[in-house]
């Protein structure tokens, strides 16, 4: 379905869970997260049931996030069951791969094809810092596995923080020219308000790039299989790729092709925007089919034309990265 600015929607972003294992600091505070209570999170078949509805708007991709959609009991039926539908072309996840190499041949065997994993520091110190918790190792592990069962292309998320691993950029290109790895490169938001924010920790793409040309030339811009915001670059003659996702400096909303749901069954039109529609009401209330696809049409219909980070969170905006999905 098209939205107001004549976008195509077709990529529905779930999180699954507010839930996560790790306390990224730009993410999640640490002492972790209000518990909002079983009843109030959206049960697997309540979710199910709604992408169901939402193919009926249009969505072909749907991408399981969280907080960690690893840590939620039973996602891989849930993969199972969402793959399976006739009109769905994509279900892949982004995870921070704790937990994957050990669920990998079951999540591959229910119809996962594509795999996102966040890293932000291939450093085994600076990863723990940056995460609150957690090894290096263990997502190491993730990729290796991904990449042994053939789950191409492997993308690699990396938010860039200056002070906190901005050094590490031209590690993270050698690792994209000598493994058959997607880097995106991802300019920090003031999604969620933590302290942690700072308008001078935001690295942008400009300057990003500035510092991958001292030791590579990026090459034409290419297509890797997905539809995120990145723009894709090869690296002379490397295996993998390198990409940015300029959400800040050079916002790419107008060909934004996305909406999200909440693990608490709200629908958001924009990451960055404040309206939600309250569709676990219109569960609870017993809402048709033909009720709840009206609610996706009608969040696909309002989605703003574009962000306005730049002018910060808000403090009246209480909603956290982990609550959205990124
Ligand atoms: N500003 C903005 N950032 C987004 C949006 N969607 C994803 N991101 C950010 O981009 C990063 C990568 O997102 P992913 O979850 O890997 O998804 P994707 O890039 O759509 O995935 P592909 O389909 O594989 O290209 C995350 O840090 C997100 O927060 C969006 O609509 N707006
Ligand atoms: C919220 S996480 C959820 C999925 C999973 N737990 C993970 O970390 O991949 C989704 C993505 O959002 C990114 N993210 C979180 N907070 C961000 C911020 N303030 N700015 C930019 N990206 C952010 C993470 O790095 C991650 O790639
Ligand atoms: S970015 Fe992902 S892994 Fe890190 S705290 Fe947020 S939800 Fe958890
Ligand atoms: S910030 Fe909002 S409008 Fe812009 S790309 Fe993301 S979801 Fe779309």
């Given at each position: 379905m098209f939205d107001s600015y004549a976008r195509e929607i077709d990529y529905l972003r779930v999180s699954v869970t507010d839930r996560c294992n790790l306390r990224c600091k730009y993410c999640m505070p640490e002492e972790g997260?209000?518990?909002i209570g079983h009843t109030n999170v959206l049960a697997l078949e309540e979710i199910f049931r709604l992408v169901r509805i939402a193919t009926r708007v249009g969505i072909r991709k749907v991408r399981l996030t969280g907080g960690e959609p690893l840590v939620r009991k039973n996602i891989t039926r849930l993969i199972?069951?969402?793959a399976a539908l006739p009109q769905m072309k994509?279900?892949?996840i982004t995870t921070n791969g704790i937990l994957f190499a050990d669920m990998a041949a079951e999540l591959k065997a229910a119809g996962l094809k594509r795999v996102n994993f966040s890293l932000d520091?291939?450093?085994p110190e600076r990863f723990r810092y940056i995460t609150g918790r957690g090894s290096m190792e263990d997502v190491t592990c993730a990729i290796t596995k991904a990449l042994a069962l053939g789950m191409a292309p492997i993308k690699i998320n990396t938010v860039v923080?200056?002070?906190i691993n901005d050094d590490e950029i031209l590690d993270f290109v050698r690792l994209a020219k000598e493994m058959p790895l997607h880097v995106r490169f991802i300019e920090f938001m003031p999604v969620g308000d933590l302290p942690f924010y700072k308008t001078d920790r935001m690295v942008t793409v400009s300057e990003i790039k500035e510092i991958v040309g001292q030791q590579y030339s990026l090459h034409k811009s290419l297509t890797v299989q997905g539809n995120g915001p990145a723009k894709c670059y090869q690296i002379n003659g490397g295996l993998g790729t390198v990409g940015f996702i300029s959400a800040m400096s050079d916002h790419f909303c107008t060909e934004?092709?996305?909406i999200r749901m909440t693990a608490d069954g709200k629908l958001r039109g924009c990451l960055f925007g404040k309206q939600e529609l309250n569709l676990k009401l219109a569960l609870q209330n017993g809402a048709s089919d033909e009720k709840i696809a009206h609610l996706f049409s009608k969040a696909i219909r309002e989605k703003p034309n574009r962000h306005y980070m730049g002018e910060?969170?808000?403090?009246?905006n209480k909603r956290k990265m982990y609550q959205i999905g990124g």
């Amino acid at each position: 379905m098209f939205d107001s600015y004549a976008r195509e929607i077709d990529y529905l972003r779930v999180s699954v869970t507010d839930r996560c294992n790790l306390r990224c600091k730009y993410c999640m505070p640490e002492e972790g997260i209000e518990d909002i209570g079983h009843t109030n999170v959206l049960a697997l078949e309540e979710i199910f049931r709604l992408v169901r509805i939402a193919t009926r708007v249009g969505i072909r991709k749907v991408r399981l996030t969280g907080g960690e959609p690893l840590v939620r009991k039973n996602i891989t039926r849930l993969i199972a069951q969402i793959a399976a539908l006739p009109q769905m072309k994509e279900v892949a996840i982004t995870t921070n791969g704790i937990l994957f190499a050990d669920m990998a041949a079951e999540l591959k065997a229910a119809g996962l094809k594509r795999v996102n994993f966040s890293l932000d520091s291939l450093r085994p110190e600076r990863f723990r810092y940056i995460t609150g918790r957690g090894s290096m190792e263990d997502v190491t592990c993730a990729i290796t596995k991904a990449l042994a069962l053939g789950m191409a292309p492997i993308k690699i998320n990396t938010v860039v923080m200056k002070g906190i691993n901005d050094d590490e950029i031209l590690d993270f290109v050698r690792l994209a020219k000598e493994m058959p790895l997607h880097v995106r490169f991802i300019e920090f938001m003031p999604v969620g308000d933590l302290p942690f924010y700072k308008t001078d920790r935001m690295v942008t793409v400009s300057e990003i790039k500035e510092i991958v040309g001292q030791q590579y030339s990026l090459h034409k811009s290419l297509t890797v299989q997905g539809n995120g915001p990145a723009k894709c670059y090869q690296i002379n003659g490397g295996l993998g790729t390198v990409g940015f996702i300029s959400a800040m400096s050079d916002h790419f909303c107008t060909e934004c092709n996305r909406i999200r749901m909440t693990a608490d069954g709200k629908l958001r039109g924009c990451l960055f925007g404040k309206q939600e529609l309250n569709l676990k009401l219109a569960l609870q209330n017993g809402a048709s089919d033909e009720k709840i696809a009206h609610l996706f049409s009608k969040a696909i219909r309002e989605k703003p034309n574009r962000h306005y980070m730049g002018e910060g969170w808000g403090a009246d905006n209480k909603r956290k990265m982990y609550q959205i999905g990124g």
